[in-house]
C-alpha cells in the first residue's frame, strides 16, 4: 500500500463567531489574536501530536462546561502560526554536520556559564524549539535542516513529558521523529498560512456585513490593516537569514557540556 499523506501537517478550526468571548471587562473589544480563538494539531507521519488521550478529553470536559466538541489543544490559533514562522525565520539555516548530535539533542546535559560564546550555542539549539510554554503541558517539538549534497531536508522531533498533576497526557507516542524534503516542510507551513488568512478574511468578511455583537468594540479597518501586515510575515520568514556564526557556537556548546558529558567523549 503506497500512503500519500504528507508527513506534516498543521490542522486548525475556529470557534464560531457568535461563541468567540471578547477580551476585557467594562468595555470588551474583538480583535485579530483574540478572533483566531479555536483549536489546533499538528499531524508527524500519521501521529496527532496535541491530541489528548480519551482519559485526558474525559477530564477536560468534566471541568469546564461539557460542550469540548474535540480532542486538540484549546488556544489561539495564531500562537501556533507566529511561532511556526518563527521556526522558518530561525531553524532553517542548515546545521553543518558536526553538530547535528547537539541539534537533536531535546535536552543537551549542559551546566550554566555566563560567557558571550555559550549565549550564542543557547540562543541557537533555543531556536530549533516550536514554542508551547503558554500550554499548561505540551510536548517538546523541535526542529533542524540538513544539507548533504543534494538531499536537503527538516527533521521533526517531538518529545513528551509527564503532566505533574497526571491530568493532561497525549494520545501519540512518547517520542517520535519525522524526516522530510525542506520543500514539504515549508509547504505545510504554506498551507497552514494560507489556510489561516483565508478564514481570518471569511471572519472579517461577515462582521463587516453584520456588525459585533452588542456592547463589543471591533475596529473592521484595523482588522483589515492587520490582515494585510500578517499575509507578509511568512515571505519575510523565509527571506531572513540569522547569519549563525558556527564557529563560536561551537565554541559555546564545548563550554557548556557538564564534566560528566566531556567525560564520555
Do not use: N
Not at 555559550?118 to 535542516?145: I, S
Not at 459585533?212 to 479597518?221: F, K, R, S, T, W
Amino acid at each position: 500500500m503506497i500512503h500519500t499523506d504528507p508527513p506534516l501537517r498543521f490542522r486548525f478550526g475556529l470557534t464560531p463567531l457568535d461563541k468567540v468571548r471578547p477580551w476585557g471587562g467594562e468595555q470588551p473589544v474583538l480583535h485579530w489574536f483574540g478572533l483566531t480563538a479555536g483549536w489546533y494539531c499538528i499531524d508527524l507521519d500519521g501521529h496527532e501530536v496535541l491530541r489528548y488521550s480519551e482519559r485526558s478529553v474525559r477530564e477536560l470536559r468534566d471541568s469546564s462546561d461539557g460542550s469540548r466538541p474535540h480532542p486538540y489543544v484549546d488556544y489561539f490559533v495564531v500562537r501556533l502560526w507566529e511561532d511556526v514562522l518563527a521556526l522558518v525565520s530561525d531553524a532553517m539555516e542548515p546545521v553543518p554536520q558536526d553538530l547535528l548530535g547537539v541539534a537533536a539533542d531535546h535536552s543537551p546535559d549542559w551546566t550554566w556559564l555566563d560567557a558571550p560564546e555559550a549565549e550564542a550555542a543557547l540562543t541557537w539549539h533555543g531556536a530549533g524549539y516550536l514554542y508551547t510554554d503558554y500550554l499548561r503541558v505540551a510536548p517538546d517539538v523541535r526542529c533542524w535542516r540538513t544539507v548533504v549534497g543534494e538531499d536537503d531536508t527538516v527533521t521533526v522531533a517531538w518529545e513528551h513529558e509527564a503532566d505533574p498533576e497526571g491530568v493532561i497526557e497525549f494520545a501519540g507516542p512518547q517520542t517520535g521523529r519525522v524526516t522530510m524534503p525542506t520543500g514539504e516542510f515549508l509547504a505545510a507551513v504554506t498551507e497552514l498560512d494560507r489556510a489561516l488568512l483565508a478564514a481570518m478574511d471569511e471572519r472579517i468578511s461577515e462582521l463587516e456585513q453584520s456588525g459585533p455583537l452588542p456592547g463589543v468594540h471591533v475596529d473592521v479597518e484595523q482588522l483589515r490593516r492587520e490582515q494585510r501586515d500578517r499575509a507578509a510575515w511568512l515571505q519575510r520568514a523565509r527571506d531572513r537569514e540569522p547569519g549563525t556564526d558556527w564557529d563560536t557556537v561551537r565554541i559555546g556548546a564545548r563550554m557548556l557540556r557538564t564534566p560528566e558529558a566531556a567525560a564520555q567523549d
